[in-house]
């Protein structure tokens, strides 16, 4: 039975949020064909799949090519300094329980300069959505090798090969004790936007690694290397199970896409700071959270 009235169906349209509501006026200034631009267009469709407020969005990044995302969403953002998007998305965090936070960059940004902050994130579980557009490269100081380049990569500085094996960011926040690992491809938009959404809902740190190729700069993990290298989980995996989720992540040749791991029963370092907060001081949110917390 159709229950609204026509009124009150105009009303619902309105308030339904399209992919526009969320692309601010700056257009990208990315090369043409780099793979930052399938993120953005997943993070577009996530967004209005949870249909969030622009003004209660913070989009937070360090910077690198990849980070300059927060400029092409139409919410809060700050574009901070190379390696920090976890300590300040830990401030805002912690002083804003109830936004929703989105924390973007390169896998320089995230896993070289910034891997101590990485680290402390995910073992404090705080509830960030982390989406990492991984190039396996420098993209933007042109071409240096970063922490998921492959031993033997050939760049400018290091012409006779890579000496470095390198860090696979799956098993770095599984170890830490992230409680959503993830990974994507740019190439995947429609799965990609996904797992950002499902990232976006959960209650903890939710890391998604996009492999996100470098036209310009990287000419081995290009689109068509990661068309060939990378398949989704197979059937009926358990994405609950710990011991999968890190026989998964340490899989390549191929890689795995999809959720590899999720637990919503941690508590975050918010459950913990509200904890230490006095009853009398606590916002009514957090008084019930405890609660629940506490009864289930
Ligand atoms: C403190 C500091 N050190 C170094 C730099 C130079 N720098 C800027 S971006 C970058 C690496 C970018 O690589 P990545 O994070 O992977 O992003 P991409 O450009 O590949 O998206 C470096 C080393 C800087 N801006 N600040
Ligand atoms: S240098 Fe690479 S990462 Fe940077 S915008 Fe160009 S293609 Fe993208
Ligand atoms: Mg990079």
Redesign the pocket.
């Known amino acids: 039975m159709d229950v609204l009235n026509n009124n009150t169906k105009s009303q619902v349209a309105l308030l339904e949020r399209t992919v526009d509501d969320y692309k601010s006026d700056t257009k990208p200034t990315w090369c043409p064909g780099c793979g ?1 631009f399938g993120v953005l267009n997943a993070i577009y469709n996530a967004l209005k799949a949870k249909g969030t407020d622009p003004k209660d969005i913070v989009a937070v990044s ?6 300059r995302l927060p400029f092409f969403v139409s919410s809060y953002g700050f574009h901070s ?3 920090r998007a976890m300590p300040v998305s830990t401030g805002i965090r912690v002083a804003n329980p109830d936004i929703q936070l989105i924390a973007f ?6 896993f ?2 910034g891997a101590g902050h990485f680290v402390h994130t995910a073992r404090r579980n705080l509830n960030i959505c982390y989406v990492i ?3 396996n ?5 042109k071409g ?1 090798t ?1 922490p998921t380049s492959d031993l033997g990569f050939v760049t400018k500085t290091t012409p006779k090969g890579s000496a470095d094996a390198p860090l696979n960011p799956l098993m770095l926040a599984l170890a830490m004790g992230a409680t959503y690992v993830a990974r994507g491809f740019s190439g995947k938009t429609k799965e990609l936007a996904d797992l950002i959404l499902q990232g976006m809902e959960h209650p903890g740190f939710a890391v998604i690694d996009v492999f996100s190729p ?1 036209p310009t700069f990287n000419k081995v993990n290009t689109f068509k290397y990661y068309r060939d290298e990378a398949i989704d989980l197979p059937e009926g995996y358990d994405k609950t199970d710990y011991i999968a989720a890190l026989a998964a992540a340490s899989k390549h040749d191929p890689y795995y896409l999809g959720v590899l791991y999720e637990n919503r029963d941690k508590a975050t370092f918010e459950d913990h700071v509200a904890a230490t907060i006095p009853a009398e001081r606590q916002t009514p949110e957090q008084v019930l959270n405890g609660l629940f917390k506490k009864f289930s």
């Open positions: 930052d360090g910077i690198g090519c990849s980070s300094v190379h390696g960059g390169g896998d320089g940004d995230g070289a300069i557009m991984d190039n490269i420098y993209g933007l100081t240096q970063s470098c």
